[in-house]
């Protein structure tokens, strides 16, 4: 059950950047790369510079961003 959730995972995140219309519209390529990247890069510096408890809870954020579908699902 948990494996055909998580092979979910990957529609999900082009959900959250931007899948158009009835789920049928897909954005250009270099949007999802763009969207990835950037949020990479703003997560790396906040991790680089975020005191003990703030690094903690993005973290947790980050965890339930990731499972918190697979779970509902």
Same mark, same amino acid.
């Given at each position: 059950m948990f494996? /055909? &959730?998580?092979g979910n995972? /990957? $529609? +999900? %995140? @082009?959900q959250m950047v931007g899948l158009f219309g009835s =789920? &049928?519209?897909? $954005?250009?390529s270099f949007t999802y =790369?763009? +969207? !990835?990247v950037a949020v990479g890069l703003v997560?790396? @510096?906040g991790v680089m510079v975020a005191r003990l408890r703030v690094l903690v809870t !993005? @973290?947790?954020l *980050? @965890?339930?961003?990731? %499972?918190?579908? *697979?779970i509902i699902e």
């Open positions: 494996r /055909g &959730d998580l995972s /990957g $529609a +999900w %995140f @082009l =789920l &049928d519209t897909y $954005a250009p =790369l763009s +969207w !990835f997560s790396t @510096l !993005f @973290l947790l *980050v @965890l339930l961003t990731l %499972f918190l579908p *697979v």
